[in-house]
């Protein structure tokens, strides 16, 4: 089982910046891949950002390319996504997400931080 707390989340104006940040307990974190999706009011919860176990491969939404980056520390269990440039369209909650490096699904998901960007 793996536990995963997020944290950074809160009010921006639009072109500004925050920092989120997903720390893991309970298994081997550098074993697994990590995500970050977000869902807004309404709409169905969409991948923003993923990044494998090791950190060397990095994958990004169309939508956030340029302006957001993910990565991670695995000495500290941690996983971040900064995001710079924010609109109010990034406006949602922001789930991090655990798979074992290898498998398809994510299975391990945190309980979520609000990010809203005003205008």
């Known amino acids: 089982q793996v536990q995963l707390v997020e944290s950074g989340g809160g009010l921006v104006q639009a072109g500004g910046s925050l920092r989120l940040s997903c720390a893991a307990s309970g298994r081997t974190f550098s074993n697994y891949d990590m995500g970050w999706f977000r869902q807004a009011p309404g709409k169905e919860r969409e991948s923003v950002a993923t990044?494998?176990?090791?950190?060397?491969?990095?994958n990004y939404a169309d939508s956030v390319k340029g302006r957001f980056t993910i990565s991670r520390d695995n000495a500290k269990n941690t996983v971040y996504l900064q995001m710079n440039s924010l609109k109010p369209e990034d406006t949602a909650v922001y789930y991090c997400?655990?798979?074992?490096?290898?498998?398809?699904?994510?299975?391990?998901w945190g309980q979520g931080t609000q990010v809203t960007v005003s205008s």
């Open positions: 990044i494998t176990w090791s950190g060397a491969v990095t």
């Open positions: 997400a655990g798979r074992r490096a290898g498998t398809v699904r994510y299975v391990y």
